[in-house]
């Protein structure tokens, strides 16, 4: 069977989101997980989920920004039947393209 694509994330026992690996942070350094708290959850308004962690969906779009040594690092993404999509305001070199998620391999957590 292939490997999931995104991480359930628990806490206190109760589904509360999930992760995917990022390859256009990953390999800025700025961090290769992205994190999608559910609607459910404390966060608001959080994210929609489709419910397949081998082809996610997460609605609306991932806005991830990060300061490193001065210089802002922006990654904006949808993730759609287990791509993503970075969008045009990405500072990556992933910036505009559409890629399949990688797979997490099953000994890796979030």
Same mark, same amino acid.
């Given at each position: 069977?292939?490997?999931?694509?995104?991480?359930?994330?628990?806490?206190?026992?109760?589904?509360?989101?999930?992760?995917?690996?990022?390859?256009?942070?990953?390999?800025?350094n700025t961090?290769? #997980?992205?994190?999608?708290? #559910?609607?459910?959850?404390?966060?608001?308004?959080?994210?929609?989920?489709?419910?397949?962690?081998?082809?996610?969906?997460?609605?609306?779009?991932?806005?991830?920004?990060?300061? #490193?040594?001065?210089?802002?690092?922006?990654?904006?993404?949808?993730?759609?039947?287990?791509?993503?999509?970075?969008?045009?305001?990405c500072t990556?070199?992933?910036?505009?393209?559409?890629?399949?998620?990688?797979?997490?391999?099953?000994?890796?957590?979030?």
């Amino acid at each position: 069977m292939a490997a999931p694509r995104a991480q359930p994330i628990h806490q206190d026992g109760q589904l509360i989101g999930h992760a995917i690996r990022c390859p256009a942070c990953e390999a800025e350094n700025t961090g290769s #997980l992205h994190v999608f708290c #559910l609607k459910t959850t404390w966060s608001s308004p959080g994210w929609s989920f489709n419910g397949d962690v081998y082809k996610p969906t997460f609605i609306p779009s991932m806005m991830a920004r990060c300061r #490193l040594k001065g210089v802002e690092h922006v990654c904006h993404s949808f993730v759609t039947d287990g791509r993503i999509q970075y969008l045009g305001d990405c500072t990556h070199a992933l910036k505009g393209q559409t890629i399949d998620l990688p797979p997490f391999d099953d000994k890796e957590e979030p």
